[in-house]
């Protein structure tokens, strides 16, 4: 009786050309050692952005796809199987009828990439998953929507919001802790800015890197343009915001070694 295998993966993806013949090939091989050749069915099925579904039995098609604007890739579900249930080759002795389904969806904000593997032979199904995690694990990329950056970024959060507690409540005793007489404007500038910083930081955290960095990429056709050309403006723009910020530290620096200097 066939058994059933599944595994997701909680990342991103970039999957270029050679990748997908890669994990293809492989899928396929592997189809071979049970089925024969003439009768392994390969089905490719495409989502686009605009909802429209295509299917082929070409990966060739696939990836003559334009693959932007509206007809841009959104996911693909590649599918081996045989063609009908005739003989099969004998694997290890023991004849078995297989399946391989991989998904990589760029719509599925949990678990996009995952597969399922269907056969009888338990050495085969091991040594196939184990084949195709390999491959997996090339074309895997970071996703700001993953459970580990979510729980990362909780704790981030919390690191950042602790420390400045005391910083406020310093900053509103601040006359008693460095002596010095800051009038309530200037106070309340202050903590308006670190509010604003705080929240900034955060909505930042949360934000940036899915607008910034696309986590899920059919990397052919039109597409390859376009994804390199965000990258570059991301890049740029991260050159501007680390500059910007070292230049911040900068000037509060010297703003308070003046508010020092001039009130002994």
Known sequence: ???????????????????????????????????ERSEIRSIFKLRFKNNDVQETDSLDEVLSKENSGDWAIRSLTITLDDKQSG????????????????????????????????????????????????????????????????????FVVVGLII?????????????????????????????????????SIVTGIFLFPSYFFPSYNFYWGASVKAFNRWQAITKLIIYSMSLAIALSIIAILVANYLILTHNP
């Open 87 to 154: 003989p099969a080759i004998p694997y290890d002795t023991t004849k078995s009828r297989a399946s391989i389904v991989i998904t990589f969806d760029a719509d599925a904000r949990a678990n996009p990439i995952n597969y399922h593997v269907t056969g009888e032979n338990k050495e085969w199904m091991y040594l196939t998953i184990s084949l195709l995690e390999r491959r997996i694990a090339k074309v895997k990329t970071f996703s700001p929507f993953s459970h580990i950056y979510i729980r990362t970024l909780s």
């Open 163 to 199: 420390p400045i507690i005391p910083l406020i409540i310093n900053l509103l005793s601040f006359k008693r802790v460095y002596g010095i007489s800051l009038s309530d404007s200037i106070t309340t500038s202050i903590l308006s800015v670190l509010i604003l910083a705080v929240v």
């Open 1 to 35: 009786m066939p058994t059933e295998l599944r595994k997701s993966f909680d990342f991103g993806f970039k999957l270029t050309e050679e990748k997908l013949w890669e994990i293809y090939g492989i899928s396929k091989l592997q189809m071979e050692r049970i089925i």
